[in-house]
């Protein structure tokens, strides 16, 4: 028994973060991991930011409904979620991602989670699992299933190498010279393609 | 983070096997584990009865796609979605679930596999894995997840006993005098509330 794990930013979606700071107009929200690898870091210092422009979880949520899946990233989706079972595993948040999943047709996924206070400021966040998207998939092994799973950057590496089969998809330079024994394509239509034949 | 994990056959779609006995007209199709307890010996003549009545994969899925959904199941579904992740926990075929899940609006459904032949007929089925609701409920367990589970007959009470909060649905009532302890109610706007308020 077949299940698809899609990564969601970069393979179904734009990067919330730099599309949110966009569409916000605060450019300091572009920081990512390259500026400060220290991730909690990152993140104490944007949901800082976050509190300092007075944007509470809805505003947020606002300005992210304005942010579209990628050109064709639905279409994809609703052609795969005909043929097997699909699930997105992501490292974003479910309150950043409900406006995009109801864009995308309310696709399954799993992620982490925002600590939202009384009045509606984020004031934390929780991390379902360590190493959340290779814990999910030798989860989903153990009761029975064969993954597949896509994805575009480090952190997708390690389901797709536990998987049956396994693609990179829009990936930087660096990641497919890195690792070119992973299969890897550019447009949805050839990651199609790649799934459908892992089938 | 939450997850909520639902039965299928007896609260979101009829129980599949006498629906597709009467849409097909093959009475003999209705006999259930009530009749032959062992699972194996009850799945190989069925196949055997499809065999004879020359239906393939296909004709099934075409006689399962003129069954319905229960009246507000997919309102409740999609409500439930906008809110929370949802997975359809099954022991039906994915085969035969498809036309339904269809109708659903495609959820997530994790459940088990017929083995179809070059001719499309049915020549054997595979299970996931052993007790697989109540092992699915442990390995979302596993990787972070509270889960909320709702079903309505014997094989859901492993699922619904092991999570943070569990409803029976529209159950038998020798089910729910037997578990005097597991909430019960018999409609979505009931059910729907009870998931609301666990999360």
């Known amino acids: 028994m077949n299940i698809v794990c899609l990564d969601l930013e970069g393979v179904l ?3 919330i973060w730099i599309a949110f700071s966009q569409a916000s107009g605060i450019p300091e929200l572009k920081r ?4 400060e690898p220290d991730y909690d870091k990152l993140m104490r210092w944007r949901l800082e930011i976050l509190r300092a422009h007075h944007l509470g979880l809805a505003d947020i949520q606002r300005v992210i409904s304005t942010i579209e899946p990628m050109e064709g990233a639905k279409a994809f989706l609703d052609a795969l979620r005909e043929q097997t079972q699909v699930l997105i595993l992501s490292d974003t948040f479910t309150q950043f991602a409900t406006p995009l999943m109801r864009k995308l047709g309310w696709p399954t996924i799993f ?3 925002l600590i939202v206070g ?3 400021m984020i004031v934390d966040y929780r991390i379902r699992t360590a190493q959340s998207k290779l814990s ?3 989860a989903l092994q153990s009761i029975g299933f064969q993954t597949i ?3 575009d950057s480090y952190n997708d590496l ?3 190498q536990a998987s049956r089969a396994g693609f990179l998809f829009r990936s930087p330079e660096a990641i497919r010279n890195a690792y070119p024994q992973i299969p890897a394509c550019e447009t949805y239509d050839e990651l199609k393609n790649l799934i459908l034949q892992a089938l």
Chains 1, 2 share one sequence.
């Open 13 to 15: 979606v734009p990067e």
């Open 32 to 35: 990512t991991t390259r500026d």
């Open 111 to 113: 992620c982490n989670e």
């Open 118 to 120: 009384q009045d509606g």
């Open 136 to 138: 999910t998939v030798r």
């Open 149 to 151: 799973a896509s994805g």
């Open 158 to 160: 390690g389901m797709i």
